[in-house]
T-cell receptor, first 114, second 112 residues
């Protein structure tokens, strides 16, 4: 298995532009998570899905952020309009519902908003 | 989720054992102890987890105190590739929340 795939790996954009981050979870996993990592706040959960349905989006900073999971093999995190404070590394992770529920993380997307 | 406390940083010499401590004095009976690590410029990766008994896998060992208020991640022979931030996380298997709550972790430096 290729693991969790994220694209792009790096994104540089200007303030006000729309940014779309993409994630392909591990096949067969029914949970998908979006995390954000900054120096100031560390790793924090933004939103997670179970069977393509958003379960907890309380970590989404504001209305500028939206996430979708149209099918079991694809999810997007969109920021519109982007702001410099959105600069961070965004990780996608997936897991299979089990007693252990190990989460597998993608390599992350490093976003810089100028 | 109950909180964990870890030292901010630790150093180890290459090929020596490393003991990474974690305090979790408010742990509940249904909390599993999970360890993840994050290598530089990578996403976190699972290391090991346990409930009450000590656990071993190919990456590490987990020693859990009898009262479960603390645990120790043991790397038996540290290599330079083990330099990472190590996170100790409690997961309530009976809770509805499925996300991981990361603290600040311990930055492990391995000296050649």
């Amino acid at each position: 298995d290729a693991g969790v795939i994220q694209s792009p790996r790096h994104e540089v954009t200007e303030m006000g532009q729309e940014v779309t981050l993409r994630c392909k979870p591990i096949s067969g996993h029914d949970y998908l998570f979006w995390y954000r990592q900054t120096m100031m706040r560390g790793l924090e959960l933004l939103i997670y899905f179970n069977n393509n349905v958003p379960i907890d989006d309380s970590g989404m900073p504001e209305d500028r952020f939206s996430a979708k999971m149209p099918n079991a093999s694809f999810s997007t995190l969109k920021i519109q309009p982007s702001e410099p404070r959105d600069s961070a590394v965004y990780f996608c992770a997936s897991s299979f519902h089990s007693f252990q529920e190990t989460q597998y993380f993608g390599p992350g997307t490093r976003l810089l908003v100028l | 989720d109950a909180k964990t406390t870890q030292p901010n940083s630790m150093e180890s010499n290459e090929e020596e054992p490393v003991h990474l401590p974690c305090n979790h004095s408010t742990i509940s009976g249904t909390d599993y102890i999970h360890w993840y690590r994050q290598l530089p410029s990578q996403g976190p990766e699972y290391v090991i987890h346990g409930l009450t008994s000590n656990v071993n896998n190919r990456m590490a060992s987990l020693a859990i105190a009898e009262d479960r208020k603390s645990s120790t991640l043991i790397l038996h022979r540290a290599t330079l590739r083990d330099a990472a931030v190590y996170y100790c996380i409690l997961r309530d298997v009976e809770g509805s929340a499925r996300q991981l709550t990361f603290g600040s972790g311990t930055q492990l430096t391995v000296l050649p």
